[in-house]
Nanobody, 122 residues
Framework: QVQLVESGGGLVQTGGSLRLSCAAS?????????MAWFRQAPGKERDLVAT????????SYTDSVKGRFTISRDNAENTVYLQMSSLKPEDTALYYC??????????????WGQGTQVTVSS
């Protein structure tokens, strides 16, 4: 079992930057899991934003954030990050951290955080 707690959300102007953090706790080290960030805007489905494998050497991004967002992890600190830059109003959403057993992301989350709100003003 693993618990995930996101932080770092807030209100930022268009073009600004934020860094989200996802701290993992529990009886298993985060290095056992692939990690991902999702987001859900009001009235829309939850969408996958970025993924990272257990070692951090394989990442993926949805097209709309490529070149602007960077996912990374520090297994020693049991933390995953999402560095977001050149933010746009359409990035406004509740951002969730997720973990998947096995170390490689295959499309299914086994654990979820509670989310952190990101709001980008125009």
């Amino acid at each position: 079992q693993v618990q995930l707690v996101e932080s770092g959300g807030g209100l930022v102007q268009t073009g600004g930057s934020l860094r989200l953090s996802c701290a993992a706790s529990g009886r298993t080290f985060i290095s056992s899991y692939a990690m991902a960030w999702f987001r859900q805007a009001p009235g829309k489905e939850r969408d996958l934003v970025a993924t990272i494998n257990w070692s951090g050497d394989t990442t993926s991004y949805t097209d709309s954030v490529k070149g602007r967002f960077t996912i990374s992890r520090d297994n020693a600190e049991n933390t995953v990050y999402l560095q977001m830059s050149s933010l746009k109003p359409e990035d406004t959403a509740l951002y969730y951290c997720a973990a998947a057993n096995g170390g490689t992301w295959y499309g299914r989350a086994d654990y979820w955080g509670q989310g952190t709100q990101v709001t980008v003003s125009s």
